[in-house]
C-alpha cells in the first residue's frame, strides 16, 4: 500500500490548506484514515481520525480542522482553517488497511510520506 500526501506549504496565520492523501496498491479495504502532525523537535501527535463515518479531532484542531473522506474511501482530506503558528509541522497520513482475500484478512497500519505545513504569524 502506497500513500500519497499533498496540499502542504506556507501560509499566513488565519489562512487556510486543505492537505489530500490517496492510497493505492492492493488491499481488501481500508479501515480508518488518519492525521498526525510533528512539530520541530516535538513527538507526532495525533490530529484526526475518519472510520465508517464517524470523526474525531484533537482538542487543539477541534473547530478549525475538517477531516473527510471521498466516496471510494481511498483518500482523506485535511481542511485546515484559521491556521495558526503552532499548527506548523509536517502532517502524516496514517491508513489502516486490510490485505488478503475473504478468506483471511489481515490489517495493517501505513503512513505517507509527509507534507509540511508552515504557518507565518
Known amino acids: 500500500v502506497q500513500l500519497q500526501a499533498s496540499g502542504g506549504g506556507l501560509v499566513q496565520a488565519g489562512g487556510s490548506l486543505r492537505l489530500s492523501c490517496t492510497a493505492s496498491?492492493?488491499?481488501?479495504?481500508?479501515?480508518?484514515m488518519a492525521w498526525y502532525r510533528q512539530a520541530p523537535g516535538k513527538e507526532r501527535e495525533w490530529v484526526a481520525i475518519t472510520n465508517d463515518g464517524a470523526t474525531h479531532y484533537a482538542g487543539f484542531v477541534k473547530g478549525r480542522f475538517t477531516i473527510s473522506r471521498d466516496n471510494a474511501k481511498t483518500t482523506v482530506y485535511l481542511q485546515m482553517n484559521n491556521l495558526k503558528s503552532e499548527d506548523t509541522a509536517v502532517y502524516y497520513c496514517?491508513?489502516?488497511?486490510?490485505?488478503?482475500?475473504?478468506?483471511?484478512?489481515?490489517?495493517?497500519?501505513?503512513w505517507g510520506q509527509g507534507t509540511l505545513v508552515t504557518v507565518s504569524s
Open positions: 496514517n491508513v489502516d488497511a486490510r490485505l488478503g482475500t475473504g478468506g483471511a484478512l489481515y490489517s495493517y497500519e501505513y
Open positions: 496498491g492492493n488491499f481488501f479495504d481500508i479501515n480508518h
